[in-house]
């Protein structure tokens, strides 16, 4: 059984999340303005897990917010985490990931 999403509700969810990322984006800017050393202190602070668990996570609670199963927003976590190491990966990272066998994109 489905029930149906008011329009209401989508506009809601989609105003929350524009607020919320721009909330984070100004603030955070002037956290880490002032504390850069707040990135610089956990161990993993080099790699991209971190921001990838929490792309994944926020994408599938959005996903389930809007109807959708988790797994969908986290698949589409997955793609963008994906496409973006490839485009702004360090030299070195495109090295190690040419001698997985995957094609070097430059």
């Known amino acids: 059984m489905t029930l ?4 209401s509700a989508v ?3 989609l105003v929350l999340g ?3 990322i721009g909330v984070v984006a100004v603030g955070g ?3 880490l303005g002032a ?3 707040l990135l610089e202190a956990p161990a993993f602070a080099r790699t991209p897990l971190l921001p990838a668990v929490l792309l ?3 994408l599938a609670a959005l996903a389930g917010e809007i109807g959708l199963a988790a ?10 985490v994906a496409v973006l190491t490839t485009l702004v990966a360090p030299p070195a990272l495109r090295r190690l990931t040419a001698a997985d066998g995957t094609a070097e994109h430059s």
């Open 4 to 7: 149906p999403i008011a329009a």
């Open 29 to 31: 800017s002037r956290v």
């Open 11 to 13: 506009n809601e969810i």
């Open 35 to 37: 504390r850069p050393q």
């Open 18 to 20: 524009a607020v919320v």
């Open 56 to 58: 994944c996570i926020g």
């Open 71 to 80: 797994i969908i927003g986290a698949f589409l976590a997955g793609m963008l």
